[in-house]
């Protein structure tokens, strides 16, 4: 779907049909989307990452009811000899696992703070859990410019 540029800046979106409400759409054409979302979520971080992961919550394979919400939260370290700019670092969506998205909102967002050597950075996001049962997963990485510094993800039962 088009979103303001305003909020997010490539001015396309996804919507999940568990929060969408059509009408008056007798007449409107369908079209074929132009490349499914990634579906895989990888099964252990890259070999050379810039980053640990420190904390997280919920941890993996927590059990939800369909259409219930949590928030996702990771703490990472910054174990490079560099500084991750607020400038140019983001936060990006990797892909999702089990055909369903878990986060509501932006699959990019700038990171908040410039992260110094050492220190730790917390990427908080609402989640909801999809109304189908099953196992479900999102993949995120930390990248600036063409260099991804972490990678971190969640894995949820949906029962």
Excluded: R
């Excluded at 979302?37 to 050379?48: D, E, G, R």
């Excluded at 969640?154 to 029962?159: D, K």
């Amino acid at each position: 779907m088009k979103v303001p540029t305003s909020f997010y800046a490539p001015g396309l979106a996804w919507a999940s049909a568990d929060w969408v409400v059509t009408s008056n759409t007798d007449n409107v054409p369908v079209v074929t989307a132009p490349a499914p979302p990634p579906t895989a979520v990888p099964t252990q971080p890259p070999a050379a990452t810039a980053c640990v992961l420190v904390s997280q919550d919920p941890q993996d394979y927590s059990n939800y009811p369909p259409s219930n919400g949590f928030q996702m939260n990771w703490t990472v370290q910054n174990t490079s000899a560099s500084p991750w700019n607020q400038d140019a670092t983001d936060l990006v969506l990797l892909g999702a696992a089990g055909g369903q998205y878990l986060h509501m909102g932006y699959d990019m967002y700038d990171l908040t703070a410039t992260v110094q050597p050492g220190s730790t950075y917390t990427v908080s996001l609402p989640g909801m859990a999809p109304q189908t049962p099953g196992q479900y997963g999102e993949a995120w990485s930390i990248v600036s410019g063409s260099t991804t510094l972490c990678t971190f993800w969640l894995i949820i039962n949906v029962q």
